[in-house]
């Protein structure tokens, strides 16, 4: 009789992020076109930010020590002119958001802050601190200093700063080539007919849509049989992929025989099964340099699973410098009794800031609409059996 080696849900995301080795292949592409790709290569400052010393907003900029003085305005300074000092005792210039600072003035006042204001002079307070609204050059970041790092994903912040640097090109990670496989002689896919007896395939499509939603592209392999030859020859013929996500298979079924045609074609087993609800039946492990991700067959199993253990190993495995989930604390809404002896997969959704509990936490794993109903989900590990109405939570949104 088949059993399983459980190992704690941290374990277990621990062994597979130790054997998630970074891919090393990067390539070339336009800035444009970078969005959502990992930088390969740190990226170093080319130009001063800000380049020249510039005025924060519209006002008066003048010298420290005539704050409290009527002074004459000297010309108005708009932004592209190139200025050059020409500041006679208690003078001044009226100067426009974003334009040069001549060096003769180190500090600048608001235009609503003054006083006995007129096209040739302006009385500026006394109460004002030396430097206000002056942004000096390289202030934001030096030239030679690195701006962005390896691993960074690179969104529409970052996408600015590159183009505000004058960088057409950037060294990225090649994406991974993920394949996405179903299991089961019951499967019937969207568009074929299915009898009561058959099932159509959620996981597939879910997965991928998940993955797609994290930045990850995949590829649907079609489904696996229940025969173990075939088995080995699908996967035999899939080790050109960086990584293999599976649902199903891998439980204690007689036609549950996966890992063993995984490890008939070289598999490394990290971990097969975890102490976890939902979830338990999960197995990853590397095959060559393939990556495998087995996942339980029950859909909300499935999902959940692709978002809690597989989405840190591929961020990895994808060098991106931070692979974990970010985790925000909240209060939960209700109490909740547990089974201590495991760790608890719960959902649910924020409102108010608060977590509430989907459906009391009566769930089966084979179920799609509480995930629908749901944004968060929260993870209790091993001994905590009792949660009370108003406890700080930890939760991952999704």
């Given amino acids: 009789m088949k059993t399983l080696e459980l190992y704690r849900f941290d374990q277990a995301l621990s062994r597979a992020l130790n054997g998630a080795i970074p891919t090393a292949n990067t390539e070339c592409i336009p800035m444009q076109s970078a969005e959502g790709r990992i930088l390969a290569s740190d990226v170093k400052c ?5 380049s020249f010393d510039n005025a924060a907003m519209d006002g008066f900029a003048f010298r420290y020590e005539d704050a409290g003085k009527t002074l004459s305005i000297a010309t108005t300074i708009l932004a592209g002119d190139k200025p050059a000092p020409i500041l006679k005792e208690h003078a001044c210039y009226k100067i426009m958001t974003g334009a040069k600072v001549p060096p003769d003035v180190d500090t600048i006042v608001p235009i609503e802050d003054c006083t006995d204001v007129n096209d040739d002079s302006v009385t500026v307070p006394e109460a004002i601190q030396k430097g206000n609204a002056l942004r000096k050059r390289g202030e ?9 790092r390896r691993g960074e994903m690179l969104d529409f912040s970052r996408i600015a700063m590159l ?7 950037v060294e990225v990670f090649v994406p991974l080539k993920i394949a996405v496989l179903s299991t089961g002689d019951e499967i019937r896919e969207p568009w074929e007919e299915a009898d009561e007896d058959e099932i159509y395939n959620a996981n597939a499509f879910g997965i991928t849509a998940l993955l797609s939603h994290y930045g990850f592209s995949a590829t649907y392999e079609g489904s696996l049989s229940d025969h173990l030859a075939e088995t080995i020859d699908a996967i035999d013929r899939l080790k050109s992929y960086d990584v293999i996500i599976t649902t199903g298979g891998i439980s204690m079924g007689d036609a549950d025989f996966l890992e063993e045609a995984f490890v008939a074609n070289g598999l490394e087993v990290f971990f097969h099964g975890i102490n976890v609800k939902p979830g338990r039946p999960t197995m990853m492990g590397s095959l060559g340099d393939t990556f495998v991700m087995a996942m339980p067959g029950n859909p909300m199993t499935a999902l959940l699973n692709i978002l809690l253990l597989c989405i840190p190993v591929l961020r990895k495995l994808q060098g991106t410098a931070v692979s974990a989930h970010p985790k925000i604390k909240t209060q939960i809404a209700q109490s909740l009794r547990l089974k201590p002896t495991r760790t608890n997969l719960v959902l649910g959704r924020i409102e108010g800031a608060i977590f509430h509990v989907t459906r009391d936490n009566k769930i089966g794993s084979g179920m799609l609409t509480p995930l629908m109903e749901s944004d968060a989900v929260a993870i209790f590990g091993e001994g905590v059996g009792e949660v009370r109405e108003g406890d700080e939570v930890e939760v991952v949104i999704f």
């Fill in 46 to 50: 080319r130009k001063n930010l800000p």
């Fill in 163 to 169: 183009s505000a640097q004058g960088i057409v090109e």
């Fill in 140 to 148: 934001e970041k030096e030239r030679g200093s690195v701006l962005m």
